[in-house]
């Protein structure tokens, strides 16, 4: 398979990932889970209704408080953006009759999100006595967009049954997990290696180039995982997925826009610092050979194609915070597609590779338009934050396009 078809191969393969994920039209879901524990009904109904005289065993609960009939609220351990806890309030219905208990819940507000998040959401936990104990099921309804959020929702809820049942056995509960653990990311990221390995070719040279473009991924969300410790969340990690890269979190939301536009660029901002150095390293002779510049080369165009402006990439994310009117986003993010345009003009890319690469992301920037509606609007960028986060943008776009141009000028020269 040539080189062209392969790119284009891998594009599609992302383009519908990330369509699966973040886009497809799942529609109103049901996730259920069922779970046998060695305990009668009452002291599990204690514990796993809101309504419960031990509601706060919950390692994310802080303290579950009632508020009048039917009403509760909670207090979390997650932190919002000013870093307290969030809190909570949850109507719950209860029914009992001779096979169990019945309670549904339902969000009303929210210190972190705005209600309409919660529109949708309703979660029914259902005990029924059974031979050696209780059994639990409980069922989350939502509408849901890509797949992704739902997963994440069925990953906590086999999470929140495994600290149940420690929690009945020790006295002491955990919802962490595998996933998490540095372990199973270096896993994670070797198989990404791997499973991108045969699109470079199944020969050393083409590990060689996957393995590369690994290092790149984990230089760059390194990059934002700084930001977000510059920032003051007190926890952040990296979760790779296969494929598409990696994604760094943060402990909290966002609380201002600066903080948004400052956490995207240094993504790319950070492995812009690299190129200098690299371009030294090269001139002056240290280094000898193609290895040093096929790096600069993977370095500069993944992170330049990063900074497009498109509404899930990181140049997108900058753009949106940092110009306020439809016509000055518009403006800027011609300009910018123009600039990566020109890179890949000046490298020779051929007329039409360009215009199928830029039609492949002007249909990415369509995918998931929306996004998490904050209870309160975040804090507004000041003249001068607006001033910094647009020229720390044109400076990664600048040294990556170079770092693309130096690098292809010669290995091809």
């Known amino acids: ?26 529609g109103r879901r049901t996730l259920q889970l069922t779970r046998v524990f060695k305990a009668p009904p009452s002291r599990i109904a204690a514990l796993v209704s809101p309504l419960g005289a031990e509601a706060d065993w919950h390692p994310s609960i802080v303290a579950s408080e009632r508020l009048s009939l039917g009403r509760v609220r909670q207090t979390l351990s997650h932190p919002d953006r000013h870093g307290d806890p969030i809190m909570r309030t949850l109507e719950v219905s209860e029914a009992a009759d001779t096979e169990g208990l019945a309670c549904e819940t339902r969000v009303v507000d929210d210190s972190a999100l705005d209600v309409s998040f919660w529109g949708n959401y309703v979660e029914r936990r259902f005990l029924r006595p059974v031979p050696g104990g209780t059994a639990l099921t409980v069922e989350q309804t939502d509408r849901y967009r890509g797949i992704a959020f739902m997963l994440f929702r069925y990953i906590q809820l086999r999470r929140e049954m495994k600290a149940l049942d420690q929690w009945l056995e020790t006295g002491r509960g955990d919802m962490g997990g595998a996933l998490e653990s540095p372990w199973t990311q270096a896993g994670l990221a070797v198989l990404s290696t791997l499973l991108l390995w045969p699109f470079f070719g199944l020969t050393t040279q083409g590990l060689q180039l996957s ?43 966002y609380n201002s826009h600066f903080e948004v536009a400052v956490c995207a660029l240094m993504g790319a901002g950070m492995s812009a610092f690299l190129v200098p150095p690299l371009i030294a390293l090269h001139d002056s002779g240290s280094v000898t050979g193609p290895g040093l510049l096929v790096f600069m080369l993977i370095l500069g165009a993944f992170n330049l194609l990063n900074l497009l402006p498109m509404h899930r990439f990181d140049g997108g994310q900058v753009l949106r915070q940092v110009f306020s009117t439809r016509t000055s986003l518009l403006v800027a993010s011609f300009l910018v597609t123009l600039a990566i345009l020109w890179v890949g003009w000046r490298i020779g890319l051929p007329a039409r590779m360009l215009i199928a690469g830029l039609a492949v992301f002007t249909v990415l920037s369509l995918l998931g338009a929306g996004g998490v509606k904050p209870r309160k609007a975040l804090d507004p960028m000041t003249a001068p ?9 044109y400076a990664a776009l600048v040294l990556h396009g170079y770092a693309i141009v130096y690098a292809c000028g010669r290995l091809l020269g």
Not at 220 to 247: C, S, W
């Open 1 to 26: 398979m040539s080189t062209t078809l392969s790119v284009l191969l891998l594009l599609a393969i992302n383009l519908g990932l990330i369509w699966l994920l973040i886009a497809a039209p799942v």
């Open 211 to 253: 393995s590369l473009l690994t290092v790149v991924i984990v230089l760059h969300e390194l990059g934002h995982m700084a930001a977000y410790r510059a920032f003051g969340h007190r926890t952040v990690r990296m979760i790779f997925v296969p494929l598409l890269g990696g994604i760094a979190v943060g402990g909290r939301p």
């Open 385 to 393: 934050q607006r001033l910094l986060a647009g020229f720390g943008l």
